[in-house]
């Protein structure tokens, strides 16, 4: 059984709150020093949104800049600046914190459990993860340092080396920029180890690992992942820091180092860091589109077995992010291999995602309308990539527009939609509170709108000739209506966002009482009140099949007959 | 899918085009690349029409019609056979995929080099580019001359890629794919452009402030036009006596610690080499025309045309200004 609680829809009246000082002090005390695995991660979701809102508008005044061929919007050094902010800031503020947002939110409590394996590591690495992000954005301030030149880094998010030598970058904005990486790194190793120990060592009675929910599945594969591939970054930044400081020369060209050792370090973390982001969008959709389809997942072990197979193939095609960097033919070949044995999983899951909605009903809530979109877009993300993996092809794509507009494919039509998915969908459990449906589906079509007006139209000038990381393109190209088109999709993106923000903020007052199981949804969370108490369970749930909650509602007809 | 389309539109052009357009190929390599290019599009595009049309008929045909109807459908949990046709038929679109790629590569990085190839060595410098022919004895900047090469008694570029600080990328759309110029190591390219006329490309590698302004012409001259540039280039500095105060000014200032102008003392190797700078259509690697008022703008202050350049503003008077670019203006 679950929680004694259920079915008994919400929670104890808790006494009015009255606001003094002193009470706003206790409270904001208590996010402090918490080590609830709740809290925390609705800090990290903070945290992720608050990131989100910031590169979204560094990302806006690059597309003011590229409106028009030959703009004086911002300076070179600004642009420089914004791009690589905007990139860094995704990844590894956005990308890296959201995932452990929904993962310690949600872990314990599909695993029938009340906290993280180890609560006080947890605290730990949110707050690495929250000052190493803080030291990234102080270099605005702090990153001119003795020499004046530069303030926050401007070497791309890859900052490849030797440009980031001291010879190419005085000051201390590369500094701050390897620091906080490191720190965040922390912070990302602590949470994955948390997540793999919770996973495998907190179970409840009878959750076997093969009736594990994926979205706990692909949160393990991704915090294994995450493990393995921070390491080769923490090194390369710590090589970074001694020829910078110490007068190391791992990258110093000028001194006999190498230029290319850099990108093998880099990518060989920058490739895997992709699927680090993208599986835990996977494990969102997981558990929306068999909810609001009305049917089981199809193909469950298959689904195991191809994120593991997944994780295991990107550590090895890291170089396809290297096709002109000039590797031997044998070595461009092999890295096309496996790049495009990616795709076999990749595409088994979508089938699976496709037959799972095949046959049921569908029920388009704003929840299930981010999921749908993320699989139409993830599929063209995925072909794009395909053409990308063809490495002559690729010498004339890499690093053109052509590349950004398949990546943020992957970033924004399939993880962010699912992030926007997934806040939907929990959000009840989260608040108590459902988010508004009518401001969601403003949210969703104005965001797929811009979208799609961006990101599709963006594929176009890099197939025109027209590289990245530009601050201005030449008049006569014939890129600026292109350019202008991409910049407006944006406009319509950042209304879309400043929506949803208002959504969050407008229903955790006024929104309609979400009850324990909104959804008629099937996982363990939905059995505890919304929100649930800080012990989670107050009996340890017990559970004989993949989807507990579906047992409970059709005893004539259990899962686990069929398992 | 509508995407390239719509690029492709531009395939049907010849010779050089304002947009450097991958479709528009000019040159063997970016041809093949053009046709396996149409290759992999064909088949991503069959897959995407496939899944996405499934996809929406599903959203169609299984969508929930009015809420009242509570019941579940009927749940499936999964199939073996199922699982493995669309485990298999991937499988086989890769290999079929994975070949064709695989037999592209070697054809284009590992083409035999003919003993009629020209040979030039491309060095990026933040933001310019130096091209130096060994065996014609020349140093070029920014503009990259080569012969046309006809298919029947072909005349191939290669060309040797070296940096001398941070990584660049050498990247002429309608000539071939882009190859990167890092410190340290030595790449290689090769061109067989086939209509004459002025290619546009630029650096593809993020590499420091002015990474836009650091732009690629090369120009496709007919043997003729190419043997009398080469003439050209090959001269010594031209000399002449009414510009002397410029001259003067040029070599008792810091412009030649960094030019080279051959012929005279200054023999600086960090800018451009000046001997024959007239000779160039562009100036600062194609950020501004080739003028004498452009000339003389860009010494009084670089960040006028290409803000954060390196070259410095030399804090020079009006008069010597004008004396200077007077000097300049000479060197053809």
Redesign the interface.
Known sequence: MADSTYPIPGSLEAPPRRWSQAAILEWLNSWVITVDHKKLGILYMVYSIFFLLVGGAEAMAIRIQLVQPNMHFI???VF?RLFTMHGTTMVFLVGMTYIFGFANYLIPLMIGARDMAFPRLNAFSFWMTFFGGLLLYYSFIGGGGLYGAGNAP???WWA?A??TER??SPGHAPDYWALSLIVTGFGTIGASVNVIATALCMRCKGMTLMRLPLFVWLNVVTSGLALITITPLTAAQVMLLIDRYFGGHFFD??A?????IWAHFFWIFGHPEVYVLVLPAFAIANEVIPVF????I?????MVAASVAIAFVSLGVWAHHMF???M??VG??FF??ST??V??PT??K???W??T????????ATPMLFC?AF??QF??AG??G??L????????????YFVIAHFHYVLVGAIVFCIFGGIYYWYPKVTGRMLSEKLGKWHFWLFVIGFHVTF??M??PG???M????????A????GTLNLIVSIGGLIQAIAVLIFAWNLIASYFKGKEAGNDPWDAWTLEWSTPSPPPVYNFATDPVVTSRRPLWDLK?PD?P?WH?? | M???L??WR?AFAEGPQ??????APAST??T??YQ??LF??S??GA??VV??G??AY??FR???RGDD?TS????????VQ??LA??VI??LI?VV??L???R???A???APKPKSALDVTVVGH?FWWEFNYPKLGIHAVNELHVPLSNPQTPTPTYLT?LSA???H?F?V?QL?????L???????LWIDPQHPGIY?????????????KM?LRVYVDTPEDFAAWVKNQQQQAVSDQSVAAGRRIFETQACMNCHTVSGTAATGRFGPDLTHLMSRDTLAS?ATTNTPEHLREWIRNPDTYK??ALMPAMQLNDQQLDQLTAYLSTLR
């Not at chain 2, 546009?200 to 836009?212: E, I, K, M, N």
Request: include cysteine; charged fraction near 10%; glycine fraction near 8%.
């Open positions: 300076s070179p050094q420089n401007d070497t791309m490849y030797p440009l010879a190419f060209t000028q006999g180092g190498s230029a290319l389809s009305r049917k089981a199809f193909g469950y072990p298959a002109t960097i000039g031997t033919s461009n070949a096309v291999l495009e044995l795709g076999i595409g088994i979508i089938f699976n496709l037959a909605m095949w046959g049921g009903k569908l029920r388009f749908t699989v139409v599929l063209l072909l794009t395909i053409m993996s063809a490495a002559p092809w690729n010498w004339q794509l890499h690093s053109s599709d139209v594929h176009i197939l025109l000739g590289p990245r990381s530009i601050y201005t393109y030449e006569n190209r014939g890129w059709h007809d899962d069929y398992e | 509508l995407v390239a719509f690029a531009t304002a947009t450097p357009s991958i479709f390599p970016a093949s690349i396996l290019s992999v599009l088949i991503t897959i995407f899944v996405a499934l996809l599903a959203i299984f969508r929930q109807d579940e459908p009927a749940q499936i949990y999964g199939s199922v699982e669309w485990t991937p499988v890769v995929l994975f064709t790629t695989a592209m590569i070697f284009i990085q590992d933040q890629l600080d941070v990584i990328s990247w759309p071939s794919g882009k190859q990167d890092l410190p340290n190591k030595v790449n290689e546009v490309g630029q650096c593809a590698q993020f590499c420091g402030v002015q990474h836009a732009l194609g803000p954060g």
